[in-house]
């Protein structure tokens, strides 16, 4: 791994080639046509293939030049606020917006330093409570409040 | 006289009751998310862009102008009296604004930057009101092959401007081209990367991936940050600029109010590049260097003006050639697209009324950000100081909500989610996202003026170089890439853009 003097040239490149190559093996099936008069594939294979150089390019810069620091991802912050926005899209439709918020923002709120679970659910309520009054009650958006999960049927 | 009978019709259209009131929430709302550190007039927009959703076009854009200004006020006020490190908006403003907030004179810059910015503003209205008439018949004459080298031109010169690798940049234009390629093929009807989804057909949801890369990504970046509590400099005495401080700004207000305006109308350009040129030109230009970093007030009120007149000249080119020229610009274009208005030369003569409102109501809104928020300033400042750990959760709720309210669609979350992820990754390896922004929205125009110039010219690729406009922007494009690449260049432009 020490040839690797810019790794987020490496990185990038292998994204930029693994993109360009991936298009080109789809778009291969597309008709080309000629460049007169241009098929649904031409301009995609010419992207993917401009793609494929850049990220070759970027890869072979990567083992020369001034060396950089390696790059560092912080996987937890991402992971939570992923999760959390998973959490609404899942249930916003079944049990409606006032659960989907609670859900997303007691998700993230593990997302940086220590996780305070009472103040989360606080925010949450206050949060959820605001997103229903302005997007729903002011500005009339077709949101379920509370979806069908709570329909309870008692006849 | 045509010109006077244009800005009339916008001042009527711009202040009308509903109008001035949502170009006074855009500038409120603006200046509001604006300063609260970390969220620049990027983010800002992206996540405000759903309240509009409901609103009609013309209202809609004039609110939306409103946020953008709004929040660029926002931030000048943050970086006044609060010091962040690492934001780039306003980090020139904070060199010398915090300095003379420290020194109790923090009242004083807020008050020139208003000022600066109210002229700026002002001069701007007018510059846009003259010359896109111009700009407008000059875009008609425009044939497919003149456009598609136009957009070229736009795209690479974005690239060369924008901080970082070129060549990184490059690949973010080409990938955001690909991801504009999906959906069903105009011409032929084909399905391209659709993988059979349903929900791909239409292609990717624009506002979606914005969502994502402004919105979610940079989140998750300010999260991992482990933000420290800001600093707040003093307390705010006096407004008033004395005469000497009126002596001092006048130079740097003119100056910085051209510049501003000249760097905003190239692609690439705007309120950044604008307020980074200024400062190093007021540098260069001041008989007492020394002063700068210690509180000069020409260090805050020239890249302060640049920065306004250029945020309002980069609406030139979306406006009449329909080329937006930084990613704020393309959020714009993307409202209006949405709301079935083509943004280019069509607008003006199809639509005067929502052309010249909007111009005009870059004006009123200016006004009113001059009056409005000088009172204001203790609360925005005591907003700037709302940690984070509080904030992050309701931006994320009102990204999610809002992307999933503009088309009822919970696909468009996991969309967003997606880029966010794309994005956050992408932002790590030094690829800006705005380049794949800017591609995404010109790879359908830039495709379909492609297979036109070619059909025209029965598939001689002669005709981009036979054209003289296209010829020109073509080697201009190529011009400009040569020169970044050239050592010495290279250089002085990663100087230029660090300094």
Same mark, same amino acid.
């Given at each position: 791994?020490?040839?690797?003097?810019?790794?987020?040239?490496?990185?990038?490149?292998?994204? &930029?080639?693994?993109?360009?190559?991936?298009?080109?093996?789809?778009?291969?099936?597309?008709?080309?046509?000629?460049?007169?008069?241009?098929?649904?594939?031409?301009?995609?294979?010419?992207?993917?293939?401009?793609?494929?150089?850049?990220?070759?390019?970027?890869?072979?810069?990567?083992?020369?030049?001034?060396?950089?620091?390696?790059?560092?991802?912080?996987?937890?912050?991402?992971?939570?606020?992923?999760?959390?926005?998973?959490?609404?899209?899942?249930?916003?439709?079944?049990?409606?917006?006032?659960?989907?918020?609670?859900? /997303?923002?007691?998700?993230?709120?593990?997302?940086?330093?220590?996780?305070?679970?009472?103040?989360?659910?606080?925010?949450?309520?206050?949060?959820?409570?605001?997103?229903?009054?302005?997007?729903?009650?002011?500005?009339?958006?077709?949101?379920?409040?509370?979806?069908?999960? &709570?329909?309870?049927? &008692?006849? | 006289?045509?010109?006077?009978?244009?800005?009339?019709?916008?001042?009527?259209?711009?202040?009308?009751?509903?109008?001035?009131?949502?170009?006074?929430?855009?500038?409120?709302?603006?200046?509001?998310?604006?300063?609260?550190?970390?969220?620049?007039?990027?983010?800002?927009?992206?996540?405000?862009?759903?309240?509009?959703?409901?609103?009609?076009?013309?209202?809609?854009?004039?609110?939306?102008?409103?946020?953008?200004?709004?929040?660029?006020?926002?931030?000048?006020?943050?970086?006044?009296?609060?010091?962040?490190?690492?934001?780039?908006?306003?980090?020139?403003?904070?060199?010398?604004?915090?300095?003379?907030?420290?020194?109790?004179?923090?009242?004083?810059?807020?008050?020139?930057?208003?000022?600066?910015?109210?002229?700026?503003?002002?001069?701007?209205?007018?510059?846009?009101?003259?010359?896109?008439?111009?700009?407008?018949?000059?875009?008609?004459?425009?044939?497919?092959?003149?456009?598609?080298?136009?957009?070229?031109?736009?795209?690479?010169?974005?690239?060369?401007?924008?901080?970082?690798?070129?060549?990184?940049?490059?690949?973010?234009?080409?990938?955001?081209?690909?991801?504009?390629?999906?959906?069903?093929?105009?011409?032929?009807?084909?399905?391209?990367?659709?993988?059979?989804?349903?929900?791909?057909?239409?292609?990717?949801?624009?506002?979606?991936?914005?969502?994502?890369? &402004?919105?979610?990504?940079?989140?998750?970046? %300010?999260?991992?940050?482990?933000?420290?509590?800001?600093?707040?400099?003093?307390?705010?005495?006096?407004?008033?600029?004395?005469?000497?401080?009126?002596? %001092?700004?006048?130079?740097?207000?003119?100056?910085?109010?051209?510049?501003?305006?000249?760097?905003?109308?190239?692609?690439?350009?705007?309120?950044?590049?604008?307020?980074?040129?200024?400062?190093?030109?007021?540098?260069?230009?001041?008989?007492?260097?020394?002063?700068?970093?210690?509180?000069?007030?020409?260090?805050?009120?020239?890249?302060?003006?640049?920065?306004?007149?250029?945020?309002?000249?980069?609406?030139?080119?979306?406006?009449?050639?329909?080329?937006?020229? %930084?990613?704020?610009?393309?959020?714009?274009?993307?409202?209006?697209?949405?709301?079935?208005?083509?943004?280019?030369?069509?607008?003006?003569?199809?639509?005067?009324?929502?052309?010249?409102?909007?111009?005009?109501?870059?004006?009123?809104?200016?006004?009113?950000?001059?009056?409005?928020?000088?009172?204001?300033?203790?609360?925005?400042?005591?907003?700037?100081?709302?940690?984070?750990?509080?904030?992050?959760?309701?931006?994320?709720?009102?990204?999610?909500?809002?992307?999933?309210?503009?088309?009822?669609?919970?696909?468009?979350?996991?969309?967003?989610?997606?880029?966010?992820?794309?994005?956050?990754? =992408?932002?790590? =390896?030094?690829?800006?996202?705005?380049?794949?922004? /800017?591609?995404?929205?010109?790879?359908?125009?830039?495709?379909?003026?492609?297979?036109?110039?070619?059909?025209?010219?029965?598939?001689?690729?002669?005709?981009?170089?036979?054209?003289?406009?296209?010829?020109?922007?073509?080697?201009?494009?190529?011009?400009?890439?040569?020169?970044?690449?050239?050592?010495?260049?290279?250089?002085?432009?990663?100087?230029?853009?660090?300094?």
């Amino acid at each position: 791994m020490n040839r690797i003097r810019r790794p987020s040239d490496f990185f990038s490149g292998l994204i &930029f080639l693994g993109v360009g190559v991936f298009a080109i093996v789809q778009a291969i099936d597309y008709p080309l046509g000629t460049l007169r008069t241009m098929g649904p594939g031409y301009f995609p294979i010419l992207v993917a293939v401009l793609l494929c150089g850049i990220g070759m390019t970027l890869v072979g810069k990567s083992a020369a030049g001034e060396a950089e620091n390696p790059v560092t991802v912080s996987l937890w912050p991402l992971l939570v606020v992923l999760a959390g926005l998973l959490a609404f899209a899942l249930t916003l439709l079944k049990a409606g917006l006032f659960v989907a918020i609670v859900l /997303l923002v007691m998700i993230v709120g593990g997302a940086s330093g220590k996780y305070r679970p009472l103040a989360s659910a606080v925010l949450a309520l206050a949060l959820a409570a605001a997103c229903v009054a302005i997007f729903v009650l002011a500005l009339g958006q077709q949101l379920p409040v509370f979806g069908e999960w &709570f329909d309870f049927r &008692f006849w | 006289m045509d010109i006077l009978a244009n800005i009339t019709l916008g001042l009527g259209a711009a202040i009308t009751p509903s109008n001035l009131l949502y170009c006074f929430l855009g500038c409120f709302l603006g200046t509001l998310i604006g300063v609260i550190p970390g969220i620049g007039p990027t983010a800002t927009i992206a996540l405000l862009l759903p309240i509009t959703f409901t609103l009609e076009p013309t209202t809609a854009l004039i609110m939306l102008a409103g946020i953008y200004y709004g929040s660029q006020y926002g931030g000048s006020t943050t970086a006044i009296m609060v010091r962040l490190p690492g934001q780039a908006e306003s980090v020139i403003t904070a060199i010398d604004g915090h300095e003379m907030a420290k020194q109790g004179r923090g009242g004083v810059a807020l008050a020139t930057a208003a000022l600066g910015s109210f002229f700026a503003g002002t001069v701007a209205t007018i510059l846009i009101a003259v010359s896109s008439p111009l700009l407008t018949r000059v875009a008609l004459s425009f044939g497919p092959a003149d456009y598609f080298s136009l957009m070229v031109f736009a795209l690479l010169a974005s690239v060369t401007v924008a901080q970082g690798s070129v060549i990184k940049a490059i690949g973010m234009i080409l990938l955001g081209l690909m991801v504009g390629n999906i959906g069903t093929d105009v011409t032929s009807g084909t399905h391209r990367f659709t993988f059979g989804a349903l929900a791909l057909y239409d292609g990717i949801n624009i506002i979606a991936v914005i969502m994502g890369l &402004f919105g979610v990504a940079e989140t998750i970046r %300010n999260i991992e940050r482990h933000r420290v509590m800001p600093v707040i400099a003093g307390k705010i005495t006096s407004l008033m600029p004395t005469a000497q401080d009126f002596r %001092n700004m006048a130079g740097p207000i003119l100056r910085g109010t051209g510049l501003g305006s000249l760097l905003g109308i190239l692609p690439g350009g705007g309120a950044l590049l604008a307020s980074f040129a200024s400062y190093a030109l007021e540098k260069r230009v001041a008989r007492d260097r020394a002063r700068f970093g210690h509180g000069a007030i020409a260090g805050v009120a020239g890249p302060e003006s640049a920065n306004n007149a250029g945020a309002q000249t980069s609406f030139i080119p979306m406006l009449t050639l329909g080329i937006p020229s %930084n990613a704020i610009m393309a959020m714009l274009a993307s409202a209006m697209i949405m709301r079935g208005i083509t943004p280019g030369p069509r607008v003006m003569t199809d639509q005067p009324v929502l052309f010249w409102g909007l111009i005009a109501s870059m004006w009123v809104g200016n006004a009113m950000l001059l009056i409005l928020n000088l009172p204001l300033i203790g609360l925005w400042v005591r907003l700037a100081r709302i940690p984070y750990h509080l904030l992050y959760p309701a931006i994320l709720v009102f990204c999610a909500i809002g992307v999933y309210s503009m088309s009822s669609s919970t696909f468009d979350i996991y969309v967003m989610a997606a880029f966010g992820l794309c994005g956050y990754v =992408l932002m790590k =390896l030094d690829c800006e996202p705005a380049p794949l922004l /800017l591609g995404m929205l010109l790879g359908p125009l830039l495709e379909q003026n492609l297979q036109r110039a070619l059909m025209l010219s029965r598939g001689d690729l002669m005709t981009f170089i036979e054209r003289p406009i296209s010829a020109t922007l073509l080697a201009v494009s190529v011009l400009s890439l040569l020169l970044v690449a050239l050592p010495h260049v290279r250089r002085k432009r990663e100087e230029a853009l660090q300094d």
